[in-house]
Nanobody, 121 residues
C-alpha cells in the first residue's frame, strides 16, 4: 500500500510564506510526476504546480513567480514553497503522485489526505 502524507499547512499572514511537504511511503518502484492541487470549500480541485521525474515544472498562472515546486527523489518527497501569499480563506492543499508499482510496473495516481492553508491577518 502506498501512502502520501502532507505537512506544513497552517495560518499565515498575507505576504508571508509557507513550505508544504509531501512524503510517499510504501511499496514504490519509482515515482513519475508529482504535483500539488488545492481546493477551497465549494470549489473544484485545481492544479497548483506539477513536477515530472525529469523535465520542466508547470504552474498555475495565479502562482507563477511566487510558488516553487521541487522534489527529492531519494526521499520520495515533493515540496511546495509558497511566498508572497495572498489572502484566502481555508483551502486544502493536496499532494498527488504517479507511483509505479515494483511488482506490476503499472503506474497509479495516489492522493494525500490534504493539508489546510489559511492566509489571513
Amino acid at each position: 500500500q502506498v501512502q502520501l502524507v502532507e505537512s506544513g499547512g497552517g495560518l499565515v499572514q498575507p505576504g508571508g510564506s509557507l513550505r508544504l511537504s509531501c512524503a510517499a511511503s510504501g511499496k514504490i518502484g519509482s515515482i513519475e510526476a508529482m504535483g500539488w492541487y488545492r481546493q477551497a470549500p465549494g470549489n473544484q480541485r485545481e492544479l497548483v504546480a506539477t513536477i515530472p521525474s525529469t523535465g520542466s515544472t508547470n504552474y498555475a498562472d495565479s502562482v507563477k513567480g511566487r510558488f516553487t515546486i521541487s522534489r527529492n527523489n531519494t526521499k520520495n518527497t515533493v515540496y511546495l514553497q509558497m511566498n508572497y501569499l495572498k489572502p484566502e480563506g481555508p483551502a486544502d492543499y493536496y499532494c498527488n503522485a504517479d507511483i509505479v508499482s515494483p511488482a506490476t510496473l503499472w503506474s497509479n495516481s495516489v492522493w494525500g489526505q490534504g493539508t489546510q492553508v489559511t492566509v489571513s491577518s
